[in-house]
């Protein structure tokens, strides 16, 4: 796997004579050493509240694997102390390395970092407390994220925001250090504004739910974790479910109060609320998609849903519990429950996602 590293123009390295604080992989707790008062991660201004609400309110789904699933080299970089934070301090750290790239005199949105960095969780067991980790992946995931954007923006405007000599740069740096490999999954997927309907069927109510409040005792973020075998569980589940929305539409008489097929079709496929909702059968392509992504993991890992900033807007929320149902509705060919619980969903994330157009 790739190796990446957090010093870009300041990153989870020294800066300002501060070492990384948080608890690190091995357990050491503060380990902030910055010099001068109000040092945060990395030797950093501690940043605000208000700022971190400030920030592009964006949801996770990670995987989070166990230690033995690393190779040695993996292994002995997650020891080194510093390379592995708890999630909270993660978070701090690696948006501080967006500003500053953001904030560079020449435009380059790229990380030039060559070591990886992994967010931590701490589990409590039974047996005790097991740690897992989620590699970063910041490059890989920014190159990746670049180049989707080539089938949404003219090629001038692709150049302004990734000058060439920027791109070509970052690539030779992802093959020079092995971070675009095919046998690499990415371990994070991320949105903004909203969370993919596909990402709700690997979770159900009574998960393991993590909730940080800030100071005003308002969810500041809140995250949501299955084990990794449950979830591609669920997932071939709702495949099945999504599957069977084709028999359902070829019968008309259970397709009551709907005008056309293409209605019915749009309930879990076409829905607008999915990442691939623009064509009927949208939704069944990203979960099976997912099903396949996590095949690719460990066996013992763990899937966290993080609402991140969204936790504010979304949270609780009771959409894994909607989606359940419809897929439930679906197989019992139940049409007019499956409607019901996608028009619930369509509510709830319509109304959140017009904040992103309010301002």
């Known amino acids: 796997m790739a190796t990446f590293s957090g010093n870009d123009d300041g990153g989870t390295g020294n800066s300002g004579g501060g070492t990384g ?12 050493t910055g010099s001068g008062s109000g ?15 400030n920030a592009p309110p964006t949801a996770y789904l990670r995987v989070y694997s166990p ?8 292994q002995s970089l997650i020891a080194t102390p510093g390379h592995a934070l708890d999630a909270p301090f993660y978070e701090e750290a690696a948006l501080w390395r967006s500003l500053a790239r953001i904030s560079r005199l020449r435009v380059d949105p790229f990380p030039h970092g060559t070591v990886e960095q992994y967010r931590t969780i701490v589990l409590d067991r039974d047996h005790g407390d097991v740690v897992m980790f989620c590699p970063a992946q910041e490059p ?31 690539s030779e740096r992802l093959q020079e250090h092995g ?9 994070t997927r991320m949105s903004t504004w909203r969370v993919p309907l596909s990402w709700f069927t690997l979770f159900r109510p009574g998960d393991e739910e993590e909730v940080v409040t800030a100071d005003d005792s308002q969810p500041f973020t809140a995250a949501v974790r299955v084990p990794l075998v449950l979830a591609r569980q669920r997932a071939s589940y709702a495949v099945e479910a999504l599957s069977s929305l084709s028999m359902i539409m070829s019968d008309e008489s259970d ?9 019915l079709a749009g309930l879990f496929g076409a ?3 999915d990442d691939d909702g623009s064509e009927p059968g949208g939704m069944l392509a990203s979960v099976a998609e997912l099903h396949d992504w996590l095949g690719q993991f460990h066996p013992d890992s763990m899937v966290e849903l ?36 996608y028009f619930r969903l369509r509510r709830r994330w319509d109304a959140i996602s017009m904040w992103a157009h309010a301002g």
Do not use: Q
Not at 21 to 32: A, E, F, Y
Not at 255 to 263: K, L, M, P, V
Not at 329 to 338: M, N, R
């Open 21 to 32: 604080g948080g608890r690190d992989s091995i357990g050491n707790s503060g380990g902030g």
């Open 39 to 53: 040092r945060g991660i990395g030797g950093f201004p501690e940043m605000s509240m208000g700022t971190l609400r």
């Open 67 to 74: 230690f033995s699933s690393f190779d040695d080299a993996e």
């Open 140 to 170: 890989l995931r920014a190159g990746i994220a670049a180049s989707l954007l080539e089938d949404y923006a003219p090629e001038e405007v692709l150049d302004a925001w990734f000058p060439p000599a920027a791109a070509e740069a970052h």
């Open 179 to 187: 971070m675009w490999l095919a046998d690499s999954p990415l371990f």
């Open 255 to 263: 397709a009551d109060g709907f005008d056309d097929d293409s209605e």
């Open 271 to 273: 829905s607008g609320v």
């Open 306 to 341: 993080d609402y991140g900033l969204l936790t504010a807007r979304a949270w609780p929320d009771d959409s894994a519990l909607d989606v359940a149902d419809g897929l439930d509705a679906l197989l019992d060919e139940d049409v007019s429950s499956a409607a019901s619980a």
